[in-house]
């Protein structure tokens, strides 16, 4: 079966750093687009951040342009989400998402993992 698994997440202090990882299994990887989500209590998902599957092309939400960066490596089955500057507007439980449709930003949600939390502190 098809496998997202996070890591990376923690708490850190206003304006630090953290690099989230998402390993892919059970599927060929290069086939998905693949995008980061985040969701704190109460509210709707939010899509942070997507990739596509072999052009390079990203999206990135306006609360977070300039300071995220998304990444994928195919040969590891993994994307990563480096966040820097961090506010504690971004603290919220962070998914990897996969898809094996073309759109970034009305992205089609096919496979999740389970989620990493990210604190940001003041």
């Known amino acids: 079966q098809v496998q997202l698994v996070e890591s990376g997440g923690g708490s850190v202090q206003t304006g630090g750093s953290l690099t989230l990882s998402c390993l892919a299994s059970g599927v060929i990887f290069s086939s998905l687009s693949m995008a980061w989500f985040r969701q704190t209590p109460g509210e709707e998902r939010e899509l942070v951040a997507s990739v596509s599957k072999s052009t390079g092309a990203t999206y990135y939400s306006e609360s977070v342009k300039g300071r995220f960066a998304i990444s994928r490596d195919n040969a590891k089955n993994t994307v990563l989400l480096q966040m820097n500057s961090l506010k504690p507007e971004d603290t919220a439980v962070y998914y990897c998402?996969?898809?094996?449709?073309?759109?970034?930003?009305?992205?089609?949600?096919?496979?999740w993992g389970q989620g990493t939390q990210v604190t940001v502190s003041s």
């Open positions: 998402s996969g898809s094996h449709g073309y759109y970034l930003q009305q992205f089609q949600d096919e496979y």
